[in-house]
């Protein structure tokens, strides 16, 4: 199934918060401060730990990118669905807005920098997507 025979545009609701993207190395122990806040992502690959996590916890020592707002991909999607973030994507590259993408199994979350979110959500509606009212 892909996201164009979904039928209407897919809904995107703003997650409340403002996120780090922190790289740390491979071997590290996952630190408490990572799962402050209600919204967070762990991946461990054999090259990195990987996290985005809540802005505040991230003590100054730690690699990292920020701030960074979230929208939902309202859900839950099919995993058989193609095609989801490719849509997303496709119109905020297309305005030169950079994405980081975070999957679950109910659904997708689309980072975007905090200073390009308004234009983010501009982009998106512009493009046929409904983004709902922000949750903070």
Do not use: Q
């Amino acid at each position: 199934m892909n996201v164009a025979d979904h039928g209407p545009r897919l809904t995107l609701d703003p997650v409340a918060g403002s996120y780090a993207i922190c790289r740390m190395s491979p071997g590290d122990s996952l630190p408490p401060w990572v799962v402050n806040g209600t919204f967070f992502s762990v991946t461990r690959t054999p090259t990195e730990l990987s996290v985005v996590c809540d802005v505040a916890s991230v003590p100054s020592d730690v690699t990292a990118d920020a701030p960074w707002s979230a929208l939902a991909v309202r859900g839950p999607l099919n995993l058989n669905m193609t095609g989801v973030l490719a849509a997303l994507a496709t119109p905020l590259a297309t305005a030169g807005i950079s994405i980081f993408a975070v999957s679950t199994f109910d659904t997708d979350y689309v980072l975007v920098r905090s200073h390009d979110m308004d234009r983010a959500v501009r982009v998106l509606h512009e493009a046929g997507y409904f983004v709902g009212a922000s949750s903070s």
